[in-house]
């Protein structure tokens, strides 16, 4: 019978050397390859090999409606510590044989000795699949116990209302730029398991949650295999259906926990139909919860698979918003992504890129950079050794394409890569998407590593050394943003374009900040550990103060997009406020030992501007809120004495002619401080006070100035603004 091609054109290998990895030459009625080894008996050619064959237990188990051992409580009566507490949360309750394969192994590993020319030799099965990026790896032997399957079944029980949770991840979509996952891939995931979820809710012994439970257990501890013939829809299937594992279910808790995190400040969430009375916080925790069930599952089994990388990112993000980065969970889970991206290869690319279909490789390429721009972001605030070093990676940039067109295949795809440049780079001048934003992130967090190794690393034992190293790398950060397609580049007048959202041109401007907050890092560097001059330091400073202005003019449109700018200007304003605010008090005082290389009244007008940007920006549950009054107080105290000693003193923010005093306020404050107490706090006004707390400002002196800038430079500062979820 003849045999069908693959959509890749290419006849289909026998079973035997498909699923060894190994190339086959397509013989009849058996090939070469299982002529030479002897197993004649089993070449054969499956007509659609990616097709898993359940078995009628496996059905039974969707479809059955019999008694089981427990019913799972209603998702409003259980909280996140009753499921953490639950026996299914232990690993002895997933039983058997464990053991997985090793994952990635490099050049220097005890399997690179066995590498030799396939073509030429059959492989030894021992080391067929070592260090195999393109597999999934888990095993079949698990035993799964009622434990595990009881606390899968009280997590389904969460989404209770299915299409709530769909509409928050489908209004994510429309905002964030940094999601991996495709959103057909998520539509595709809420289309299969709809028929399942209606028959659970109809069924009031809560037999059907444990069945489900059940199969998706036993999908989960299997493995699939991937190829270069495995289509997009192929794929989709071996997640979704009768194939659905906790790796994607992981994904819907996460991404909806997400959601409302973002959200949870505002009077209504981005979508209809929010249940009447939901608890915002309470949702989010037993989202996270249920989202640690999955990830916690597909771990304890041995799982390496592009699934748990997409859902490890993503509940990365989470921790992030939610406890916020100087949370030590937020900190694992970022050691947990890095780990899995390691030991799935994703570092390198593959040697035969032809193993791996073009979508996947654009997908595997996105994650990993995602994942280092993140390890960037989470090393400079936090002030560590990032985890992943690019003098270990050989991962080349994804290309620009959006999720559809990752998507495409045959004609179509080959219609949309010819409309890329030679770097990859789209030649559509109005593009601004996912695949976008990502290149442009990894080639300034490339440059932000040379920071972090000059300024974490060992010091050196020369200043001229140290001088001609931010030298080199001021230069490539200005080349790498000179490079950037002009499109790309933050350009004030962006927002006057008709034709470009408001959350683009922002996007557009948080990269510029980052690329302006490089060469500050790097100037501070040098009047810190050098004896250069502040010059350069203030104007990169007045630069950032002037990109952050902009920000509070363009308010509205960051408001019609739903952004939050409070993490940007609290990462990208207060450090730079505060060099100026210091230098202005050196200079009113007599004491700055150079001439100000800046319009000394537009510094002015800028903190100005900058304090009041603070009082509606920030809000009382923003992770930084503490800080930001703090430092508020100390910045108009400075200025305040600065324009007396200009005679400007009624011109101040208050009534009383000062700007640290209250006088009148207004509506746009930080903080209540009707009460009076430090900025109100202490008195009711927003809760208590950071342990580490600014230098006092009753009596304004050098000195505490001094003190205040370096309490500046040292406070933890989420450096991932909300954007870059």
């Known amino acids: 019978m003849e ?18 990895k190994i190339r086959c030459d397509h013989g009849s009625p058996t090939c070469a390859k299982c002529q030479r080894r002897n197993i004649r008996d089993k070449c054969s050619y499956h007509p659609a090999p990616m097709t898993r064959r359940y078995s009628p237990a496996d059905k039974e188990l969707i479809q059955s409606t019999s008694t089981t051992p427990s019913k799972p409580s209603s998702p409003s009566a259980t909280n996140i510590t009753d499921v953490q507490n639950d026996e299914s949360f232990t690993n002895s309750n997933i039983n058997g044989a464990t053991q997985t394969q090793s994952g990635y192994l490099g050049s220097t590993s005890y399997a690179a000795v066995f590498e030799y020319d396939q073509s030429q030799f059959d492989p030894i099965p021992s080391t067929r699949s070592i260090g195999s990026p393109y597999l999934s790896h888990g095993t079949s032997k698990t035993h799964i116990t009622p434990g595990t399957i009881r606390g899968g079944a009280r997590i389904l ?127 989010i925790t037993q989202m996270e919860g249920a989202a640690e069930f999955c990830i916690h599952f597909s771990q304890s089994v041995g799982s390496v698979n592009d699934l748990l990388v997409w859902l490890l990112y993503e509940h990365f993000v989470l921790l992030s918003m939610f406890h916020g980065d100087s949370d030590y969970r937020t900190w694992r889970g970022s050691g947990e992504l890095s780990s899995l991206l390691f030991a799935m290869g994703l570092h390198q690319d593959p040697k035969v890129e032809q193993n791996t279909p073009f979508f996947l490789t654009q997908l595997r390429k996105r994650s990993f950079g995602n994942a280092y721009s993140s390890d960037k972001g989470m090393a400079t605030f936090l002030g560590r050794p990032p985890r992943i070093s690019r003098r270990y990676c050989s991962c080349s940039l994804p290309l620009e394409l ?69 030298r080199q790398i001021s230069q490539k950060s200005a080349d790498t943003w000179q490079a950037l397609p002009a499109r790309m580049r933050y350009d004030p007048e962006c927002w006057r374009n008709k034709s470009r959202s408001g959350n683009s041109c922002y996007i557009s401007l948080i990269h510029y900040l980052d690329y302006l907050f490089t060469d500050f890092l790097l100037q501070r560097f040098l009047v810190k550990n050098t004896r250069a001059t502040p010059e350069a330091l203030l104007s990169v400073s007045k630069r950032l103060m002037s990109a952050m202005i902009t920000l509070c003019m363009e308010r509205d449109r960051i408001i019609e ?90 011109g101040g923010f208050g009534g009383n002619g000062g700007i640290g005093e209250r006088g009148g306020g207004n509506g746009n ?41 370096a309490w500046l430079e040292s406070e933890e500062w989420n450096m991932e603004p909300y954007i870059t979820i």
Not at 414 to 423: A, G, M, P, T
Request: charged letters at 25%.
């Open 3 to 20: 045999r069908k091609l693959r959509r890749n054109g290419k006849p289909p290998s026998c079973e035997p050397c498909r699923k060894a």
């Open 157 to 283: 029980a969460y989404l209770s209302d299915l299409k709530f949770h769909e509409d928050l991840i489908n209004s994510f979509y429309a905002l964030s730029q940094t999601m991996i996952v495709p959103k057909p891939f998520m539509k595709a995931a809420f289309a299969s398991i709809q028929n399942m979820h209606e028959l659970a809710l109809r069924d009031s012994t809560g037999t059907t949650f444990y069945r489900w439970s059940e199969a998706i257990c036993r999908n989960s501890v299997q493995p699939f295999e991937v190829n270069e013939g495995t289509t997009v829809q192929e794929f989709i299937a071996s997640f979704t259906g009768q194939n659905l594992r906790w790796e994607i279910m992981g994904m819907i808790f996460t991404l909806s926990g997400l959601v409302m995190t973002t959200f949870i400040d505002r009077n209504k969430l981005p979508i209809k139909g929010e249940p009447q009375g939901l608890d915002r916080k309470k949702f």
């Open 402 to 470: 959006s999720d559809e067109e990752i998507l495409f295949e045959g004609p179509a795809l080959h219609s949309v890569l010819q409309k890329l440049d030679e770097n990859g780079w789209s030649t559509n001048e109005t593009d601004y998407h996912r695949g976008s934003w990502c290149r442009v992130r990894l080639l300034a967090n490339a440059i932000r590593e040379d920071v972090l190794e000059l300024c974490l690393g060992a010091p050196h034992q020369h200043e001229e050394d140290a001088v001609e190293r931010v």
């Open 561 to 650: 997009v739903k952004l939050d700018a409070a993490s940007t200007i609290a990462a990208y304003g207060l450090t730079p406020a505060g060099t100026l605010a210091v230098e202005l008090l050196r200079h009113a005082r007599n004491l700055a030992t150079i001439r100000l290389p800046i319009s000394r009244s537009a510094v002015i007008q800028d903190i100005s501007v900058f304090i009041s940007t603070l009082g509606w920006a920030v809000r009382p549950r923003d992770g930084n809120y503490q800080v930001c009054v703090q430092a508020r107080d100390m910045l108009r105290r400075i200025l305040d004495e600065v324009l007396e000693g200009d005679g400007g003193g009624g």
């Open 669 to 709: 404050d930080v903080g209540g401080e009707e009460d009076g107490g430090f900025m109100g706090i202490g008195s009711g006004g927003g809760g208590e006070i950071r342990a580490k707390a600014p230098p006092p400002v009753s009596n304004l002196s050098m000195e505490n100035a001094e003190e205040f800038l």
